[in-house]
């Protein structure tokens, strides 16, 4: 944006205002990109019919009117699930109390969900909205008996997402009891 400076003085930006319009071809937009431009890329995501991400309706977990559950398209680990708010907020600190409570309190239901049924020895949290634009959520990703404990399963790689119909349908009935 800082190429309007070329055409508009400052001044004349703040008097009159001005608006800038860029234009490229969806699949080049990366969330880096986004983000840098202060743009939250998962409302984007929303907003522009899933192009950024992908379709996630599969791997929906719970939806209501304040969050959406749903297993990760490129997972940690088996079981990763984000927990994510419908609203936009920028990271936890500014999204308001009864939200945050809101979130903890279904992330620790999901926690035990998860570790039913995928059998894991713990659960891992975590929340870290950086940058100059993202959107609160957690992460719950799975620690299984075979790795070693240790903030490393924060930053385990990532993994193809594979359908397993079985665990799937058990993580729904779950989450629609549990809730
Ligand atoms: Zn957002």
Known sequence: MKDMYAYYSKENIKAYGALAIYICRLESITP????????????????????????SSDKMLYQDDKIECFLVGAPRAEGHVIISTIKHYKDMLEAPKDIVLYVYGF?????????EV??????????????PMNHFHVQLISRYANEERGSKNFVKPRNVYICDEEKLSKLRKLFEVLI
Do not use: R, W
Request: hydrophobic fraction near 30%.
């Open 32 to 55: 880096k990109i986004l983000v840098d431009n202060g743009i939250c890329p998962t409302c984007f995501n929303k907003e522009n019919h899933s192009c950024l991400y992908g379709d």
């Open 118 to 131: 995928y059998q894991c020895e713990s659960v891992y949290l975590c929340t870290m909205c950086d940058g």
């Open 107 to 115: 992330a620790h239901k999901a926690m035990q969900i998860i570790k």
